[in-house]
């Protein structure tokens, strides 16, 4: 069975702020200290459209959230020479292992490509090989509040030549 599932801008979507602040302060802000107001106003910041940081995608299926993901200037504070940074991509378990995370991952992509963005990083204590299965590198080992974690990258290297394939 195949799944439809469309990704969409937060700001196409805004009623879904609530879950994307709920996921990630769940899953992660919690454990660093952060508090759900603050979490909850950087999804808020997020409602620009496609033109500057920061930016969330949502996957949606049957009108329902069912991932996310955001490029954001930053999301390590230890690295804040790097940017921009893909961070929070979340699947929600009942829609795991469908390819979603991928789809996320190349809208990202693709929107940091428009933005004129050459290179992204990201942090990761446990999917290492999601994102070099995808062109991401280990630049370096980390210590995050979750453990130790991946320093990745990814060189963007889209033809902006006329007519050439995209």
Same mark, same amino acid.
């Given at each position: 069975?195949?799944?439809?599932?469309?990704? &969409?801008?937060?700001?196409?979507?805004? $009623?879904?702020?609530?879950?994307?602040?709920?996921? %990630?302060?769940?899953?992660? =802000?919690?454990?660093?200290?952060? %508090?759900?107001? &603050?979490?909850?106003? /950087?999804?808020?910041? *997020?409602?620009?459209?496609?033109?500057?940081?920061?930016?969330?995608?949502?996957?949606?299926?049957? =009108?329902?959230?069912? !991932?996310?993901?955001?490029?954001?200037?930053?999301?390590?504070?230890?690295?804040?020479?790097?940017?921009?940074?893909?961070?929070?991509?979340?699947?929600?378990?009942?829609?795991?292992?469908?390819?979603?995370?991928?789809?996320?991952? $190349?809208?990202?992509?693709?929107? *940091? &490509?428009?933005?004129?963005?050459?290179?992204?990083?990201?942090?990761? $204590?446990?999917?290492?090989?999601?994102? $070099?299965?995808? !062109?991401?590198?280990?630049?370096?080992?980390? @210590? %995050?509040?979750?453990?130790?974690?991946?320093?990745?990258?990814?060189? /963007? @290297?889209?033809?902006?030549?006329? !007519?050439?394939?995209?």
């Amino acid at each position: 069975m195949t799944v439809k599932v469309a990704i &969409e801008p937060l700001n196409a979507r805004p $009623e879904m702020i609530p879950v994307c602040a709920s996921w %990630t302060f769940g899953h992660w =802000d919690c454990q660093a200290g952060t %508090t759900f107001e &603050e979490t909850n106003r /950087l999804f808020c910041d *997020a409602v620009n459209g496609e033109t500057s940081l920061p930016l969330t995608f949502v996957a949606i299926v049957d =009108d329902k959230p069912a !991932g996310m993901i955001s490029l954001r200037d930053s999301d390590f504070k230890e690295r804040d020479d790097l940017s921009p940074w893909l961070a929070s991509l979340y699947v929600h378990p009942s829609h795991r292992n469908k390819g979603i995370g991928l789809l996320l991952i $190349e809208r990202l992509e693709l929107a *940091a &490509e428009r933005l004129g963005y050459k290179r992204l990083y990201l942090t990761t $204590e446990d999917s290492s090989g999601l994102y $070099e299965k995808h !062109g991401w590198q280990q630049i370096d080992r980390v @210590r %995050t509040p979750f453990g130790d974690a991946s320093l990745m990258a990814k060189d /963007l @290297r889209r033809d902006t030549r006329v !007519g050439a394939p995209v």
